[in-house]
């Protein structure tokens, strides 16, 4: 790496980077500061690239990509590639791009993302949040001169714990997962713990393990599926009481997206420990949605965020036990004891060896 920064070949960036890079057949090195601000060496507070980081690694600041507004005109891809000039309106980062396509505009609006791992993001408004717990601050887009932050916290391992039990042939097909959950009472008394990457926020171990606990020979597979959906809700209650605590901002609204929200059990568990309404779109897939918007109102194909708004269509709205119409309840105090049970279950997979050290 040093000789290649020698040699004045030697670029930084993220993958829209080399994207841009290859699009422009190299005529721009480039990123967005929603993109920056998800590297970690980017300061969310300054807005700029980090000189201390920099420093630490001894890269020079030259090889990091220009940052440049989510909505601006980023140069056209080469007419080589497609035949014709087309201009490049908008870069933006996964989590973001979602949140602007779940049109999560306002301050206290959070969207949950549910795929391969969970994203929970709180739109902060105009300053970046200062967590203790472990949520990220995050530039959530710039366009013109103004700036929106998020704090995010995440678990890394919900559509892989599903998949892992998909492989070990709990199920045949994912659509099952629910039914074969509702089919039973309760899970029997089995708690799983979603840590095969480890626990992020607020636990932050790195160390923890994943495991069942509580098997017994009354344990069925519609037990063991139930345990592990109940995990992925029980992991989002962590995050949304951390986000509380933290952030002190009112919620006004929650919507979800990824391929888990598909999922009816999770999603109202969810809603049912959060005591509030939680909206799923008929389209899950908000990244690409939210990058086709930002996009759009650079050029003005639409004109303002408001009608952004009105193209949201939602597929299902889940209320919690007892909410009134305004999608407000007490959270459901059926679940505390198998809540109360699945958190010692989770202290117990905390600060685990793990294998090479054995």
């Known amino acids: 790496v040093h000789q290649a920064i020698e040699e004045g070949n030697c670029c930084f960036g993220t993958i829209d980077t080399w994207l841009l890079f290859k699009l422009t057949k190299g005529r721009v090195h480039a990123t967005d500061y929603s993109n920056a601000s998800s590297t970690g060496m980017f300061d969310s507070y300054q807005m700029c690239w980090s000189g201390f980081l920099s420093s630490l690694v001894s890269l020079p600041l030259s090889i990091f990509p220009q940052v440049q507004n989510t909505g601006h005109n980023f140069g056209s891809i080469d007419p080589s590639i497609f035949g014709v000039s087309i201009p490049i309106m908008s870069v933006m980062a996964d989590q973001q791009a979602a949140m602007f396509g779940e049109c999560c505009f306002d301050v206290g609006d959070v969207k949950i993302t549910m795929g391969t ?109 139930r345990a592990i959906l109940e995990s992925v809700a029980f992991r989002n209650k962590q995050l949304y009481e951390t986000m509380l605590r933290e952030t002190h901002i009112p919620i006004t609204q929650i919507r979800v997206d990824g391929g ?38 650079a050029v003005g194909f639409w004109t303002t965020r408001e009608e952004l708004k009105k193209l949201q269509n939602a597929d299902k709205v889940f209320l919690p036990k007892g909410a009134a119409k305004r999608g407000t309840a007490r959270p459901s105090q059926e679940y505390i004891p198998v809540l109360q049970s699945w958190e010692r279950a989770l202290r117990r997979s905390m600060n685990c060896m793990q294998a090479t050290e054995i």
């Not at 704090?151 to 998909?166: C, P, R, V």
């Not at 999922?263 to 809603?271: E, G, H, R, S």
């Not at 008929?282 to 086709?292: P, R």
Request: proline letters at 5%; glycine letters at 8%; aromatic letters at 8%.
């Open 117 to 225: 791992g969970t994203f929970m993001d709180i739109n902060t408004g105009v300053k970046p949040h200062t967590s203790l717990a472990g949520l990220y601050p995050l530039v959530g887009w710039k366009i013109g001169s103004d700036v929106v932050y998020l704090a995010e916290g995440n678990a890394a391992d919900t559509g892989t714990a599903i998949k892992w039990a998909q492989e070990l042939e709990l199920f045949s097909d994912v659509t099952e997962t629910s039914d074969m959950a509702y089919s039973v009472s309760d899970s029997d008394g089995v708690c799983f713990v979603p840590s095969f990457s480890g626990l992020q926020a607020p636990l932050n171990d790195p160390r923890a393990c994943a495991s069942l606990m509580g098997l017994k020979p009354s344990t069925t597979k519609s037990h063991l599926v």
């Open 260 to 297: 888990v929200s598909s999922n009816d059990f999770v999603t109202q568990l969810t809603a049912d420990l959060f005591g509030r309404k939680l909206v799923r779109p008929q389209h899950l897939e908000m990244s690409s949605l939210g990058a086709a918007f930002v996009a759009g109102l």
